[in-house]
C-alpha cells in the first residue's frame, strides 16, 4: 500500500484529483469506481473546476457507484443518484447513460444486484476505484461481521453506519435500514484502488484497517492484499501514524 498524509487539505485533494485526471487523460475512455458520503465532495469539486478550467474530460468515461440505498425514490434528496448527479454528474460533460449505479427500487433487488455484477464483469475491470471508509471499517456498505460477500448483495446497515449517515436525514428514523453494495470480491477486482481517509475520527480506524490484521472485522484491512492501492489520509485521520 501506497499510503500518504498531508499536512495540507489542499495538496490532499489536488492529489486525489490529480489521480483521476491523469488517468482520464492518458484514458479517455477510463472506466472509474466512484463512491459517495462526505469524503469525495472535495474531490469532486476539483474535478468539475478542473473540467471548466479545460483540464479534463468525461466525455467518454464510464462510472460505477459502489452502492445504493434500497427504497428510496431515485430522486429523493438523499439517494445515492441525486447525490452523484448534483456533486459531480451535473456538472462535468459526462454522458449520463454511462453513469452506473445500482437500482435501489428494483422490483427485483436479487436480480439488480446479478445484473450490476455482470455488468461490472462483462465492462471491467474498474480502472480506478475510489473508496472511504466507515468508522466501523467499513468499504462501500460492506460490513464488518464473520464473513463478507464477494458479488452485489443487498446488506442490512449496522446501528452504527446508520447513525453516522442520520446528520442527512430528518431523523435516523428516515436513514433506509438496507442498500445494495457492490462485494468486496468486486471491489478488489479494480486495476487500482484510490482510499480517501478525512478526520480525526477516522484516525483509529484508519491504523486498524492500514497496518492492523486483515479480517472480515475490518473490511477495509482486505484492502492490505490488494497489489495497487494508494491510501491519501488528512492529518487529522493521519495522527495516528506518526
Ligand atoms: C459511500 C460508501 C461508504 C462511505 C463511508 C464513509 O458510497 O460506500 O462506504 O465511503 O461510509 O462515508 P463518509 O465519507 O461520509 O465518512
Given amino acids: 500500500m501506497n499510503i500518504h498524509i498531508f499536512k495540507n487539505e489542499e495538496d490532499f485533494i489536488q492529489t486525489a484529483a490529480s489521480q483521476v ?10 472506466k472509474l469506481g466512484l463512491a459517495t458520503g462526505s469524503t469525495p465532495v472535495g474531490l469532486y469539486k476539483r474535478l468539475i473546476e478542473m473540467h471548466r478550467q479545460g483540464l479534463v474530460s468525461f466525455a467518454q468515461a464510464t462510472t460505477y457507484n ?15 443518484r441525486t447525490f452523484m448527479n448534483e456533486k459531480l454528474f451535473n456538472h462535468i460533460d459526462i454522458n449520463i447513460d454511462h453513469t ?9 433487488p436479487e436480480e439488480e ?6 455488468m461490472l464483469e462483462e465492462n471491467g475491470p474498474v480502472d480506478l ?17 464473520d464473513s463478507l460477500t464477494s458479488g452485489t448483495h443487498i446488506t442490512t446497515l449496522q446501528a452504527k453506519t446508520r447513525e453516522a449517515n442520520a446528520r442527512f436525514f430528518p431523523s435516523i428514523d428516515d436513514v433506509p435500514t ?3 453494495t457492490m462485494g468486496v470480491g468486486s471491489i478488489m477486482k479494480a486495476r487500482q484502488i484510490m482510499l ?16 492492523g490484521p486483515i479480517s472480515t472485522d475490518c473490511p477495509a ?16 485521520a493521519g495522527r495516528l501514524f506518526k
Fill in 21 to 30: 485526471t491523469s488517468l482520464l487523460n492518458a484514458n479517455p475512455y477510463a
Fill in 66 to 80: 459502489l452502492d445504493e440505498y434500497v427504497g428510496l425514490p431515485e430522486n429523493h434528496a438523499e439517494s445515492y
Fill in 100 to 108: 452506473h449505479i445500482p437500482n435501489g427500487n428494483a422490483a427485483d
Fill in 113 to 118: 444486484c446479478r445484473a450490476y455484477d455482470k
Fill in 129 to 145: 476505484q475510489l473508496l472511504g471508509i466507515g468508522h466501523n471499517g467499513h468499504i462501500a456498505f460492506n460490513e464488518p461481521g
Fill in 178 to 180: 438496507h442498500a445494495i
Fill in 196 to 211: 480517501l481517509i478525512r478526520g480525526e475520527d477516522k484516525a483509529e480506524i484508519a491504523k486498524r484497517a492500514l497496518t
Fill in 221 to 236: 484491512s482486505l484492502l492490505q492484499c490488494h497489489p495497487n492501492v494508494i491510501v491519501l489520509l488528512d492529518q487529522g
